[in-house]
């Protein structure tokens, strides 16, 4: 079991992408915004977040460095997003994400992300 923290701001999706983790036995918290996402990532203590890029408050960029300056490499960082261009996935991962996958995320690209992680 996983804990994974699930960060966008479109409820449908993140419920939805959170439903489907917990069925498969993860345990597994929401966040809808940048501010919200940092404190979840702090008392959850996740070994994975599946964060998107254009969120409000703060962007999924901005939420990478800060996990990244607080927690190191300890969480598994993979940007979800829309945003999928060269630019885009250059800028994710200078920001610190382990991986950037294009929206909709397929269920086989989360579950090879689980069986990276090792948690």
């Not at 479109?10 to 345990?27: F, M, T, V, Y």
């Not at 991962?93 to 996958?101: M, R, S, T, V, Y």
């Not at 579950?111 to 090792?118: A, F, K, M, N």
């Amino acid at each position: 079991m996983y804990r994974v923290l699930v960060i966008d701001d479109n409820q449908d999706a993140a419920d939805s992408l959170a439903a489907w983790l917990r069925l498969s036995g993860h345990e597994v918290e929401i966040a809808y915004t940048g501010m919200s996402a940092l404190a979840r990532v702090r008392a959850f203590h996740p070994d994975l977040v599946l964060c998107d890029l254009g969120l409000p408050e703060l962007s999924g960029y901005e939420i990478a460095r800060a996990v990244r300056c607080e927690h190191s490499g300890r969480i598994r960082l993979v940007a979800i997003s829309g945003y999928s261009q060269d630019e885009d996935i250059r800028r994710s991962k200078e920001a610190g994400f382990d991986a950037h996958i294009a929206k909709p995320a397929r269920t086989a690209d989360i579950e090879s992300l689980l069986s990276v992680t090792g948690a």
